[in-house]
Protein backbone atom coordinates (compact mmCIF):
# COMPACT_ATOMS: atom_id res chain seq x y z
CA UNK A 1 0.00 0.00 0.00
CA UNK A 2 0.67 3.32 -0.18
CA UNK A 3 3.34 5.00 2.16
CA UNK A 4 3.24 8.21 4.37
CA UNK A 5 2.41 11.30 2.64
CA UNK A 6 2.80 15.08 3.85
CA UNK A 7 1.86 18.29 1.79
CA UNK A 8 2.82 20.49 0.71
CA UNK A 9 6.98 19.30 0.82
CA UNK A 10 7.65 23.18 0.78
CA UNK A 11 6.55 26.10 2.32
CA UNK A 12 7.57 29.94 2.34
CA UNK A 13 5.57 31.69 5.16
CA UNK A 14 6.55 35.70 5.62
CA UNK A 15 7.15 35.78 9.56
CA UNK A 16 3.68 35.82 11.16
CA UNK A 17 1.50 34.27 8.81
CA UNK A 18 -0.15 31.11 10.08
CA UNK A 19 1.00 27.73 7.72
CA UNK A 20 -0.69 24.47 7.91
CA UNK A 21 0.82 21.00 7.21
CA UNK A 22 -1.09 18.07 6.41
CA UNK A 23 -0.38 14.24 7.03
CA UNK A 24 -1.98 11.54 5.62
CA UNK A 25 -0.72 8.13 7.38
CA UNK A 26 -0.66 4.72 6.03
CA UNK A 27 -4.25 3.12 6.04
CA UNK A 28 -4.91 1.53 9.16
CA UNK A 29 -2.06 2.90 11.60
CA UNK A 30 -3.66 4.09 14.57
CA UNK A 31 -0.98 5.94 15.87
CA UNK A 32 0.67 9.00 14.12
CA UNK A 33 3.29 11.25 15.79
CA UNK A 34 5.03 14.84 14.24
CA UNK A 35 8.90 15.23 14.51
CA UNK A 36 10.61 18.75 13.84
CA UNK A 37 14.11 18.45 12.60
CA UNK A 38 16.27 21.49 12.42
CA UNK A 39 18.96 21.69 9.70
CA UNK A 40 22.25 19.13 10.46
CA UNK A 41 19.77 17.60 13.13
CA UNK A 42 18.28 14.60 14.34
CA UNK A 43 14.40 14.41 14.34
CA UNK A 44 13.12 16.24 17.77
CA UNK A 45 9.22 14.96 19.16
CA UNK A 46 6.67 17.20 18.89
CA UNK A 47 2.54 15.48 19.47
CA UNK A 48 1.93 12.10 19.17
CA UNK A 49 -2.13 10.56 17.87
CA UNK A 50 -3.43 7.51 19.41
CA UNK A 51 -6.41 7.87 16.62
CA UNK A 52 -8.13 10.80 17.01
CA UNK A 53 -6.58 11.33 21.04
CA UNK A 54 -3.53 13.68 21.48
CA UNK A 55 -1.96 11.40 24.35
CA UNK A 56 1.53 13.24 23.97
CA UNK A 57 2.13 17.59 23.13
CA UNK A 58 4.95 17.53 25.26
CA UNK A 59 7.32 18.60 22.71
CA UNK A 60 5.29 21.71 21.21
CA UNK A 61 7.19 24.19 21.28
CA UNK A 62 4.66 27.05 22.22
CA UNK A 63 1.00 27.57 22.04
CA UNK A 64 1.46 28.83 18.69
CA UNK A 65 1.78 24.98 17.64
CA UNK A 66 -1.38 22.98 17.18
CA UNK A 67 -1.98 19.40 15.78
CA UNK A 68 -5.19 17.94 15.63
CA UNK A 69 -6.41 14.32 13.84
CA UNK A 70 -10.38 14.79 14.09
CA UNK A 71 -11.32 11.46 12.00
CA UNK A 72 -8.31 9.27 13.29
CA UNK A 73 -6.82 9.40 10.06
CA UNK A 74 -5.43 12.73 8.50
CA UNK A 75 -3.42 15.09 10.77
CA UNK A 76 -2.50 18.95 10.44
CA UNK A 77 -0.04 20.83 12.16
CA UNK A 78 -0.94 24.28 12.49
CA UNK A 79 1.83 27.41 13.69
CA UNK A 80 0.36 30.16 13.90
CA UNK A 81 2.16 33.41 13.84
CA UNK A 82 5.10 32.26 12.07
CA UNK A 83 8.44 33.02 13.48
CA UNK A 84 12.37 32.39 11.64
CA UNK A 85 13.08 29.81 14.50
CA UNK A 86 10.28 27.64 13.20
CA UNK A 87 11.85 27.06 9.89
CA UNK A 88 12.72 23.41 9.89
CA UNK A 89 11.74 19.86 8.46
CA UNK A 90 8.41 18.77 10.08
CA UNK A 91 8.25 15.21 10.15
CA UNK A 92 5.17 12.92 10.16
CA UNK A 93 5.27 9.16 10.85
CA UNK A 94 2.89 6.68 11.56
CA UNK A 95 2.56 3.22 13.18
CA UNK A 96 0.32 0.11 13.81
CA UNK A 97 -0.59 0.27 18.06
CA UNK A 98 1.80 -2.79 18.41
CA UNK A 99 4.34 -2.12 21.59
CA UNK A 100 5.61 -1.08 20.09
CA UNK A 101 4.82 -0.39 16.60
CA UNK A 102 7.70 0.97 13.69
CA UNK A 103 7.18 3.77 12.51
CA UNK A 104 7.39 4.99 9.28
CA UNK A 105 8.04 8.28 7.90
CA UNK A 106 6.45 10.81 5.32
CA UNK A 107 8.94 12.86 3.29
CA UNK A 108 8.78 15.79 5.27
CA UNK A 109 7.97 19.19 4.50
CA UNK A 110 10.58 21.66 4.64
CA UNK A 111 8.72 25.06 6.23
CA UNK A 112 10.86 28.37 5.45
CA UNK A 113 9.69 31.53 7.39
CA UNK A 114 11.51 34.75 6.03
CA UNK B 1 14.86 11.08 30.11
CA UNK B 2 16.86 9.46 27.44
CA UNK B 3 19.29 10.72 25.24
CA UNK B 4 20.91 9.35 22.64
CA UNK B 5 24.36 9.86 21.62
CA UNK B 6 26.24 9.18 18.49
CA UNK B 7 30.08 10.62 18.82
CA UNK B 8 30.59 10.49 14.98
CA UNK B 9 29.52 13.29 13.06
CA UNK B 10 30.79 11.88 9.93
CA UNK B 11 31.98 9.04 8.51
CA UNK B 12 33.72 7.30 5.35
CA UNK B 13 33.95 4.33 3.87
CA UNK B 14 35.61 2.56 0.84
CA UNK B 15 33.00 0.56 -1.71
CA UNK B 16 32.75 -2.86 -0.63
CA UNK B 17 34.31 -2.41 2.40
CA UNK B 18 32.74 -2.58 6.19
CA UNK B 19 32.17 0.34 8.11
CA UNK B 20 30.81 0.33 12.13
CA UNK B 21 28.58 3.16 13.47
CA UNK B 22 28.60 4.23 17.23
CA UNK B 23 25.35 4.72 19.15
CA UNK B 24 25.34 5.11 23.30
CA UNK B 25 22.34 5.70 24.61
CA UNK B 26 20.91 6.65 28.56
CA UNK B 27 18.02 5.25 30.30
CA UNK B 28 16.46 3.64 33.47
CA UNK B 29 14.02 1.83 31.44
CA UNK B 30 14.45 -1.92 31.31
CA UNK B 31 11.45 -2.72 28.42
CA UNK B 32 12.74 -0.47 25.58
CA UNK B 33 13.75 -0.92 21.75
CA UNK B 34 16.37 0.61 19.73
CA UNK B 35 16.44 1.41 16.15
CA UNK B 36 19.12 2.79 12.82
CA UNK B 37 17.05 4.91 10.44
CA UNK B 38 18.79 5.94 7.14
CA UNK B 39 17.67 9.27 5.80
CA UNK B 40 18.64 10.20 1.93
CA UNK B 41 19.56 13.43 0.89
CA UNK B 42 15.87 12.82 -0.63
CA UNK B 43 14.98 13.43 3.18
CA UNK B 44 12.59 10.12 3.68
CA UNK B 45 13.57 8.36 6.61
CA UNK B 46 13.96 4.35 6.14
CA UNK B 47 14.49 1.91 8.63
CA UNK B 48 17.03 0.07 8.73
CA UNK B 49 17.54 -2.71 11.46
CA UNK B 50 15.29 -2.75 14.95
CA UNK B 51 16.77 -4.23 18.29
CA UNK B 52 14.50 -5.04 20.97
CA UNK B 53 16.18 -4.88 24.72
CA UNK B 54 14.52 -8.08 25.97
CA UNK B 55 16.45 -10.19 22.93
CA UNK B 56 20.39 -11.05 23.56
CA UNK B 57 20.99 -11.80 19.99
CA UNK B 58 21.69 -9.22 18.02
CA UNK B 59 19.56 -7.79 14.84
CA UNK B 60 20.45 -8.43 11.24
CA UNK B 61 19.13 -7.45 8.08
CA UNK B 62 20.95 -8.40 4.98
CA UNK B 63 24.38 -6.19 4.60
CA UNK B 64 23.53 -4.54 8.07
CA UNK B 65 24.05 -5.89 11.64
CA UNK B 66 23.93 -4.61 14.88
CA UNK B 67 26.21 -4.92 18.22
CA UNK B 68 23.49 -4.66 21.05
CA UNK B 69 25.25 -4.03 24.66
CA UNK B 70 22.75 -3.99 26.90
CA UNK B 71 25.16 -3.61 30.12
CA UNK B 72 27.27 -0.82 28.55
CA UNK B 73 23.71 0.82 26.65
CA UNK B 74 25.53 0.74 23.24
CA UNK B 75 23.88 -0.18 19.90
CA UNK B 76 26.78 0.04 16.62
CA UNK B 77 25.47 -0.38 13.36
CA UNK B 78 27.67 -2.21 11.13
CA UNK B 79 27.55 -1.98 7.08
CA UNK B 80 29.17 -4.86 5.06
CA UNK B 81 30.14 -4.76 1.59
CA UNK B 82 29.31 -0.93 1.17
CA UNK B 83 27.66 0.40 -1.52
CA UNK B 84 27.37 4.01 -3.19
CA UNK B 85 23.39 3.92 -2.31
CA UNK B 86 24.57 3.51 1.25
CA UNK B 87 25.15 6.95 1.40
CA UNK B 88 23.06 8.96 3.69
CA UNK B 89 22.72 10.59 7.48
CA UNK B 90 22.11 7.51 9.87
CA UNK B 91 20.24 7.91 13.13
CA UNK B 92 20.30 6.31 16.13
CA UNK B 93 16.98 6.04 17.53
CA UNK B 94 15.80 5.12 21.19
CA UNK B 95 11.95 4.08 21.72
CA UNK B 96 10.67 3.48 25.13
CA UNK B 97 7.21 3.06 27.32
CA UNK B 98 6.29 6.56 26.25
CA UNK B 99 6.93 4.85 22.32
CA UNK B 100 8.32 8.12 20.77
CA UNK B 101 11.16 8.08 19.29
CA UNK B 102 14.17 9.90 20.31
CA UNK B 103 16.94 10.17 18.17
CA UNK B 104 20.43 10.97 18.11
CA UNK B 105 22.27 13.81 16.03
CA UNK B 106 22.86 11.61 13.37
CA UNK B 107 26.19 10.50 11.42
CA UNK B 108 26.72 11.53 7.85
CA UNK B 109 28.28 8.45 5.83
CA UNK B 110 29.87 8.78 2.60
CA UNK B 111 30.99 5.90 0.38
CA UNK B 112 33.90 6.37 -2.03
CA UNK B 113 33.82 4.57 -4.93
Known amino acids: GAGVSQSPRYKVAKRGQDVALRCDPI?????LFWYQQALGQGPEFLTY????????KSGLPSDRFFAERPEGSVSTLKIQRTQQEDSAVYLC????????????FGPGTRLLVL | AQTVTQSQPEMSVQEAETVTLSCTYD???????LFWYKQPPSRQMILVIR??????QNATENRFSVNFQKAAKSFSLKISDSQLGDAAMYFC??????????FGKGTKLTVNP
Open chain 1, 93 to 104: ASSLRLPPGTQY
Open chain 1, 27 to 31: SGHVS
Open chain 1, 49 to 56: FQNEAQLD
Open chain 2, 27 to 33: TSESDYY
Open chain 2, 51 to 56: QEAYKQ
Open chain 2, 93 to 102: AYQGGSEKLV
